[in-house]
């Protein structure tokens, strides 16, 4: 499975964006995706993760403020991120699990203050 990261950009704090990653097969029967991002100079953390019946988990650090979706007809997995801030400034990587694990190319977004 392939999959393309689009969405990022650079946004004021307290801003949104919209994070997609499409993928170029059938997510239909795949049961985790998620986010993941890293900054520089730490190791990549988890942000968000989906299931295959649109369970949810967040990190502490975006819980109430992003949302994570998917839409298996379009093959694709969504981040919408509101009220963002300068620590949620990183590179956003998506990723599945089917089971053997595939990551996107990732999508810098940069939070200014």
């Known amino acids: 499975v392939q999959l393309q990261a689009s969405g990022g950009g650079l946004v004021q704090s307290g801003g949104s964006l919209r994070l997609s990653c499409a993928a170029s097969?059938?997510?239909?029967?795949?049961?985790?995706m998620g986010w993941h991002r890293q900054v520089p100079g730490k190791s990549r953390e988890v942000v968000a993760l989906?299931?295959?019946?649109?369970?949810?988990v967040y990190s502490d650090s975006v819980k109430g403020r992003f949302t994570i979706s998917r839409d298996n007809a379009k093959n694709s997995l969504y981040l919408q991120m509101n009220n963002l801030n300068p620590d949620d400034t990183g590179v956003y990587y998506c990723?599945?699990?089917?089971?053997?694990?595939?990551w996107g190319q990732g999508t810098l977004v940069t939070v200014s203050s």
């Open positions: 990723y599945v699990l089917s089971p053997t694990l595939y």
């Open positions: 097969a059938s997510i239909s029967s795949i049961n985790v």
């Open positions: 989906i299931t295959g019946g649109s369970a949810t």
